[in-house]
């Protein structure tokens, strides 16, 4: 089976286009050797200096992404992290525990933005409420879906603003652009990021998007949208950056 399945990878990925669909019983290593040929095929590519296509593994729910197989898989972790990404809600780094390390890099000025303070507010909110439950069980389902939903909104309000504010700023810079630059603005944003703005990076890895090669994703969030902040939000599905894409389901 596993040669079967390696050897069927290996087909689909030499295609120029097309779907394929490859039907394995559950519990018969579809999930594994995936990962086994992920990593093969990168090496290769690697080793012989060709621009990989992008490969894109899909799950319904987040928990289940193979990310730290893979990882093992890879064995190497500086290829690892060059070339795998594990893209999750935008919101996703506001509720880490590390959210306090990264809040102490953001300006002063962006703290004092009505945005960031309503976010912030909502995010507090919907801790203490997951807190309060944990003891007493005082809150309904509906109250914390209430809470993050209300913390979404917020977020997406804020993402909508400093997008906008790093549109701004990079328009404002007088720094030298490299020839054959084929999006200038795009470049002057990312070097506002780079030079100015490292913290953006820390709650919104999206902004590298371009660079990784491995995409590790829920379905929806490969259906409704990615937000690098430095260029306008796309849908996956309907992005050049799926153009001849592998994609596994």
């Given at each position: ?21 490859i039907e394995v019983p559950t519990g ?174 820390k709650l919104y890895p999206a902004v ?42």
């Open positions: 089976m596993k040669k079967i399945l390696q050897k069927e990878l290996l087909r689909i990925c030499e295609k120029e286009t097309g779907l394929s669909i018969r290593g579809k999930t594994y050797n995936v990962l086994v040929w992920i990593v093969q095929y990168m090496q290769h590519c690697r080793e012989n200096n060709i621009k990989p296509r992008k490969i894109f593994f899909l799950t319904t729910q987040l928990k289940n992404l193979p990310y730290d197989d893979l990882r093992k898989q890879y064995k190497d972790d500086k290829n690892f992290k060059n070339e795998v990404m594990q893209i999750h809600k935008n919101v996703e780094f506001f509720l880490r525990d590390d959210f306090n390390e990264i809040e102490k890099t953001i300006d002063d000025s962006v703290k004092e933005w009505d945005e960031y303070e309503t976010l912030i507010i909502a995010i507090e909110k919907l801790k203490k409420i997951k807190e309060t439950n944990k003891k007493y069980r005082l809150y309904l389902k509906s109250d914390i879906e209430a809470a993050e939903e209300q913390v979404s909104k917020a977020e997406s309000e804020f993402r909508y603003t400093l997008t906008k504010f790093i549109e701004k700023e990079a328009s404002k810079q007088d720094i030298q652009i490299p020839e054959n630059t084929e999006n200038e603005e795009l470049y002057r944003k990312r070097y506002l990021v780079d030079t100015k703005y490292q913290w953006i990076r590298d998007t371009e660079k990784f090669s491995v995409f590790l994703l829920s379905m929806t969030k490969f259906l409704y949208g990615n937000s690098p902040i430095v260029s306008h939000s796309y849908k996956f599905i309907n992005n050049d950056i799926t153009n001849n894409a592998n994609i596994y389901r």
